[in-house]
């Protein structure tokens, strides 16, 4: 009976290494200066995959849930995202804002939301949806300025736009299907 319950916590100690190894820190790059002129690592160590795990559980009944978890997911994200960089990001570009080190563009923060939705499907945490490739809408002579977003599809194939430039860092992003993205932008409407 002793070698039995040996046998037991053995397992049991080898699962909790197993997931241990698995929550190993990773390290993820964060862009800022416009169209990713810097870039720099950061650090998703235990406690903040435990939170990401924590935030996206709140979305595993539905698509839409998850999307709501992933909003929040992603103002966590750059809340730490921005301590890392060491600044404050404001909303939007402004404008002469290229090669200013913690500022970012459409294309920083497409790039960064990509990452983080990336590592959420690595590690099993979206149910409801895959990462796109990033999207982008506007070319001036539409009178839109050129703008762009990370995507998430939906099982059934809907593609939802994922876009956190118009808030300040940790704000909520905007998500929304993907073709209203697409119509949006016009003399610079959200």
């Given at each position: 009976?002793?070698?039995?319950?040996?046998?037991?916590?053995?397992?049991?100690?080898?699962?909790?290494?197993?997931?241990?190894?698995?929550?190993?820190?990773?390290?993820?790059?964060?862009?800022?200066?416009?169209?990713?002129?810097?870039?720099?690592?950061?650090?998703?160590?235990?406690?903040?995959?435990?939170?990401?795990?924590?935030?996206?559980?709140?979305?595993?009944?539905?698509?839409?849930?998850?999307?709501?978890?992933?909003?929040?997911?992603?103002?966590?994200?750059?809340?730490?995202?921005?301590?890392?960089?060491?600044?404050?990001?404001?909303?939007?570009?402004?404008?002469?804002?290229?090669?200013?080190?913690?500022?970012?563009?459409?294309?920083?923060?497409?790039?960064?939301?990509?990452?983080?939705?990336?590592?959420?499907?690595?590690?099993?945490?979206?149910?409801?949806?895959?990462?796109?490739?990033?999207?982008?809408?506007?070319?001036?002579?539409?009178?839109?300025?050129?703008?762009?977003?990370?995507?998430?599809?939906?099982?059934?194939?809907?593609?939802?736009?994922?876009?956190?430039?118009?808030?300040?860092?940790?704000?909520?992003?905007?998500?929304?299907r993907l073709t209203e993205w697409k119509k949006r932008g016009v003399r610079g409407e959200r």
């Amino acid at each position: 009976m002793g070698l039995e319950i040996l046998r037991v916590v053995s397992v049991c100690v080898a699962l909790a290494l197993l997931w241990a190894g698995g929550a190993k820190a990773e390290r993820l790059y964060v862009c800022s200066g416009y169209g990713c002129f810097y870039k720099k690592s950061m650090t998703i160590d235990a406690g903040v995959r435990r939170r990401l795990i924590a935030i996206m559980a709140s979305g595993k009944a539905s698509a839409r849930a998850e999307r709501a978890a992933v909003a929040k997911a992603v103002r966590y994200f750059e809340t730490l995202a921005t301590r890392v960089i060491g600044v404050r990001d404001d909303p939007k570009s402004a404008p002469g804002g290229a090669h200013v080190y913690g500022q970012m563009d459409c294309i920083d923060e497409s790039r960064n939301t990509h990452t983080l939705l990336r590592y959420l499907e690595r590690h099993g945490l979206l149910r409801h949806h895959t990462v796109r490739r990033n999207s982008a809408r506007g070319f001036f002579l539409d009178v839109r300025y050129p703008h762009a977003t990370a995507v998430l599809r939906t099982k059934s194939g809907e593609d939802w736009a994922v876009d956190s430039w118009f808030e300040p860092a940790g704000g909520t992003p905007d998500i929304m299907r993907l073709t209203e993205w697409k119509k949006r932008g016009v003399r610079g409407e959200r």
